[in-house]
């Protein structure tokens, strides 16, 4: 394990051993969220066997900072509805919010802003060894609220009985697995009460997630593959779990509404062993157990847990979204703007104590609001001097904007009007916030807090919680409120601070930890006695809070069946250590950019999973329960069904793996039938280690399967498994080794494999796996003739199998092009019924005379699924913006999904349902759009002036694959950048939808679609040469002088490289 530095030295540890440990010996908490909850780090010894109990490590960071824990539940509301609660809520009491608070109308204008200016006098600060709470400012007392404590009851200590600690439980192997499963049935009870829910445990439940392409997709993966009861979906409506970066209004939806379930409040409250569980020992001492080490009190004793009426919830499919359906209202800059301001006016509260001074400019210099501004700002100006004042403000855009995009400092009305009257961000909104002149320093550098909330809206019942840990983001530079042009000084977002010279030379990531600021403190400010516990963590915790209470009734108004959200909460401190909140984030970032992060993010994300999805998901009883090996292998066919139900979890694999092993041990000198049957099962669950990442694992059960098989019966199929592993392993000369093995012990007589082999050895299958998979290390050798013959071989054996494509592949790089598209039409020919295939004429653009035409040109782009956002088509819009300047032209996205997108950019719908970049041939479909056009794919960074291309009167132009280092094959196309005329191509569409399914088999990508259907293209680099090029191959350290264009075909993507030109340009 990472053991804690000591308290008088900082925290060091080494990242690259810690990446290797993370990679190798990873393991998250399965059970319920601890007071201290963290990543383990495991050796490989099977006694652990209890990882979902986390102990009160000293990892920590909030181990020195009194009343820490790891998740609190939040006081929400009243059971009193507030007049702007809509209709539909008023059909269900609510019984579960505690917090009374008396209900004001109000109107939308505000108060003299000079009533509103937050108190310039200092707080009162109190030595953080007192008793006293958070400081308080000494006047404007009647702004001041107080709330009930909610500090848990103590619980009542066993008399009679020895208590027995988490760490004994742990290290006692005979009874920790069953303690771990009922302390996991007490939480998940605890929580679905709370939802007014019951859930069986089923004995084969196996549930499915859908994650969407995105920022925060690996992580997210990482932690569904760790619960081994899940699996993951190919669809969206199928799943149960679905985590998108970006809302998807469409599936909202098509949630239910539950605004019909009737909630009742429990007569008498359940009363479970929260408390305590007894153990019985082997020498029938009985021990009690305390659950309060795990931190159940924090919610369970919490004003606003309440117990519902359980009822039971056991529909065919129960899904959950990461998306509130109008989360907008805490999220935007203007929709939190709105929120806090309405609230805290409704019960007279001053909103500007909590948010800096705030406008929300709609229609640019004649908004009205935008002339308070400029009163205010003048005001400000007059007495700027006297009171050392640099009249600073931030400009925001007031919808679709995180990672610090679009932000300025300014201190000058004209740059101000010049923001808010800018065509950039088409008709999207402004806010104008004061800037915090005089913020709390860390070494002279600003920093913030970042911290998390959960909403969950589950059954109809909206319940908030907060994650005491969070970290701090500090900038790269000395703070200075004279110089506002240097962004690394003032914003500490970590999509800016990361492309600063000196980011991470103060702290890993410039990140640190509430410990490390408390030290901080400590030493350095030991004068003002400021406690984080004490005097700034409860003022972080009561803005959240309000911040939930201000948007329940509008964030979920429908309350769909069911959704979650993970909220990131950014705060301020100024000199005063006064807390001040910024703004609040969907879809926070969740990048592990420091050791630190490493272990906090993941830690966090699972709490919330334990909060939201383990309760009602439980784990079936074959992963809770293995009694013997019997059992497990009773029940192995039923995990097998399935293509990925285990994970990396060494806590659920290693007693599975032991179990599985001993009895295969067990039985080895049984008949051949059972050593067959047995053989094949190693087999199947080497397999299912294999897709959970558990490669080592994977081959001793493809080695065992072997070991079992008689020797009369070939099992290519475990050869080549055994061969997939060691490619993994980067063992690739003991691979092809294994292919050989597998070929040469199939027999090579297909006819009669189906009556004389055991088909569940999938012999012709694994014989064709052999022959291409070989052809593909042949491919990387650069040997293409042997890897020819070797995948004609595959094609043989299952003439539609993926080796097709590959074969493909191998004709274009060995220059054989015309014989790689006969291939495909042919194979396309093969499995069209009789008579329907006809193979269409290529189209030769040359000889087609394009129309002349006059009208504006109609830039293009493709933007499918979730794997580029709506801030790729943004950015290129705004790159066609500065950069063409000649003649009319409109931009127009092709999408189904609009979302996010700036209001200059018309909106065409895909009109197929064809994944990845099989969309672009909707562009020659029937689309409306008539004349020329320019296609520009996402992935594309605009660098100079497009007019030239935008002068092209030819038929078709594309790129070509010759001066392109990601293509293989040569003399090719790649369709980053088209310009053609909507006459001409017609046919590339039409024909992709007669055969669309049958092409699939054959090739993987558009751009040889195109090859198949034209030929003789003009090619962009050969009409203007040196202005389009390739990032690998030209632009890896800077942009070459005439350069236009730069063109990113393969991954890495642009968001993904530090050049400093990309930075510059790409906005």
């Known amino acids: 394990m990472i053991k804690q530095a000591s308290r008088n030295r900082p925290e060091t540890h080494s990242l690259k051993k810690y990446k290797k440990q993370l990679n190798q010996n990873l393991a998250l908490n399965q059970g319920t969220p601890s007071r201290q909850a963290r990543l383990k780090f495991r050796s490989k010894s099977p006694n652990n066997i209890l990882s979902s109990l986390e102990l009160k490590t000293d990892r920590s960071t909030m181990l020195s900072l009194k009343d820490s824990i790891t998740v609190k539940k939040m006081l929400l509301i009243s059971q009193k509805l507030s007049p702007c609660n809509p209709q539909s809520a008023t059909k269900t009491k609510i019984e579960s919010y505690k917090f009374p608070i008396e209900t004001y109308h109000f109107t939308k204008k505000l108060p003299k802003f000079s009533k509103l200016l937050p108190s310039r006098k200092t707080f009162l600060i109190k030595k953080s060894s007192s008793n006293n709470t958070s400081p308080i400012p000494s006047s404007k007392k009647n702004f001041i609220i107080n709330f009930k404590s909610n500090t848990p009851k103590a619980l009542r200590q066993s008399k009679t009985q020895d208590k027995i600690s988490i760490k004994e439980v742990v290290r006692n192997k005979d009874y920790a697995h069953t303690i771990k499963i009922e302390i996991e049935n007490i939480w998940r009870k605890m929580i679905n009460i709370s939802n007014g829910i019951e859930r069986p445990i089923k004995n084969e439940a196996i549930y499915k997630y859908y994650i969407g392409k995105g920022n925060n997709s690996k992580l997210i993966k990482k932690l569904m593959s760790l619960r081994s009861w899940w699996i993951k979906a190919e669809t969206i409506d199928e799943a149960n779990f679905i985590w998108t970066q970006w809302k998807n209004k469409e599936y909202l939806q098509k949630l239910n509404c539950g605004d019909s379930i009737i909630i009742e409040k429990l007569s008498q409250n359940i009363e479970t062993t929260l408390g305590q569980l007894e153990i019985k020992l082997e020498n029938t001492q009985t021990k009690t157990l305390e659950l309060e080490e795990l931190g159940f009190q924090y919610i369970k004793n919490s004003n606003s847990y309440t117990q519902l009426q359980p009822k039971t919830l ?66 400000n100006q007059i007495s700027q001097s006297s009171e050392n004042k640099y009249n600073l403000w931030i400009v925001k855009p007031g919808e679709n904007s995180n990672r610090g995009q679009g932000i300025s400092v300014c201190n000058n009305i004209s740059h101000i009007k010049s923001l808010i009257s800018s065509s950039l961000y088409g008709n999207k909104t402004f806010v104008i916030q004061k800037y915090i002149e005089k913020p709390f320093l860390i070494h002279k550098r600003k920093f913030d807090f970042r911290c998390y909330c959960l909403i969950n809206s589950i059954n109809g019942i909206l319940q908030g919680y907060f994650y005491m840990d969070g970290y701090i983001r500090t900038t790269s530079y000395e703070f200075s409120a004279k110089d506002i042009s240097n962004e690394f000084m003032h914003l500490t977002n970590d999509a800016i601070q990361k492309y600063c010279e000196d980011y991470g030379k103060f702290e890993d990531g410039n990140k640190m930890s509430y410990k490390d600021f408390q030290r901080y403190l400590d030493f350095h400010c030991s004068e003002k006695g400021i406690s984080f516990v004490k005097d700034i963590l409860p003022q972080i915790k009561k803005i959240a809070r309000d911040s939930i209470k201000a948007a329940c009734y509008r964030i979920d108004p429908n309350r769909r069946m069911h959704c979650m959200e993970i909220l990131g909460y950014d705060f301020m401190m100024d000199k005063n250590a006064k807390v001040w909140l910024i703004e609040v984030n969907t879809n926070p970032c969740l990048e592990l950019s420091s050791n630190y992060l490493s272990i906090l993010i993941p830690s966090m994300v699972d709490n919330a999973f334990k909060i939201s999805l383990d309760p009602l998901f439980p784990p079936p009883q074959v992963f809770s329960i293995i009694n013997s090996s019997l059992f497990f292998i009773k029940n192995l066919t039923v995990i097998l069904q399935q293509p990925k139900p285990l994970s990396k979890q060494k806590s659920i694999l290693q007693p599975i793996f032991k179990v599985f092993s001993l009895t295969s041990y067990l039985i080895l000198n049984k008949n051949m039938e059972k050593s067959l049957d047995l053989a094949i099962k190693h087999n199947k669950f080497g397999a299912v280690c294999y897709k959970a990442g558990q490669v080592q694992k994977s081959i001793h059960h493809f080695e065992t399967a072997l070991k079992l098989i008689p020797e009369d019966i070939p099992f290519s199929n475990a050869h080549v498994n055994w061969a997939n592993a060691l490619v ?141 956002g709506p801030d790729y088509v943004n950015k290129l819009y705004h790159g066609v913006q500065k950069y063409l300047t000649e003649g009319p032209y409109d931009f127009t996205c092709f999408t189904e999904n609009p979302d996010g997108l700036d209001d200059g950019i018309k909106v065409v719908p895909l009109a197929e349902n064809w994944t990845g970049w099989w969309g672009k041939a909707t562009l020659f479909s029937e689309t409306g759009i008539e004349g020329r056009l320019l296609y520009i794919d996402l992935d594309t960074v605009i660098t100079g002036s497009l007019n030239d291309l935008a002068r092209y009167r030819g038929s078709f132009a594309v790129m070509g694959t010759s001066d392109l280092e990601c293509e293989k094959a040569k003399d090719g196309y790649n369709t980053s950048i088209i310009a053609w005329h909507s006459d001409f191509g017609k046919e590339i569409y039409m024909v992709l939808k007669r055969y669309y399914d049958q092409t699939l088999k054959f090739i993987c990508r558009f751009d040889f679609w195109t090859e198949m259907m034209i030929t003789n293209a003009d090619l962009v680099q050969d009409l203007f040469p040196g202005q389009f090029l390739d990032y690998l191959t030209y632009c890896k350290e800077t942009v070459p002088e005439g350069c236009r264009m730069v063109c990113f075909p393969r991954d890495p993507k642009p968001h993904e490289y530090t050049s400093e030109w990309i930075r510059e340009l790409w906005v």
């Not at 052809?775 to 013959?789: G, H, N, P, R, S």
């Open 314 to 379: 056991d529909i065919p499919l129960i899904q959950i979204y990461n998306k509130l359906e109008h989360n907008q209202h805490l999220t935007n800059k203007k929709g939190l703007y709105f929120t806090m301001v309405n609230y805290y006016l409704n019960i007279k509260e001053n909103p500007f104590e909590v948010i800096p001074i705030t406008f929300h400019i709609q229609s640019g210099e004649k908004d009205p609001e935008f002339l308070k501004f400029i009163e205010m700002f003048n005001e």
């Open 728 to 868: 993994d392993l980067k063992r690739k000369e003991e691979a092809a080794e294994h292919f050989q093995i597998a070929i040469d012990i199939s027999p090579h007589n297909l006819e009669i494999i189906p009556e004389n082999i055991d088909p569940r050895l999938n012999a012709k299958e694994a014989l064709s796996e052999a022959y291409s998979n070989l052809a593909v290390l042949y491919m990387a050798k650069e040997d293409l003739e042997k890897a020819q013959e070797l995948i004609r071989r595959s094609i043989e054996i299952c003439p539609l199998s993926e080796a097709n494509i590959n074969l493909g592949n191998i004709l274009r790089q060995i220059g054989k092009r015309k014989e790689a598209i006969d291939h495909v039409w042919n194979g396309i020919k093969s499995i069209c019924p009789e008579g329907t295939f006809e193979r269409p004429e290529q189209l030769n653009p040359k000889a087609f005379i394009a129309p002349d035409y006059n009208g504006p040109l109609h830039v293009v782009c493709v933007k499918w699924g979730k794997k580029y």
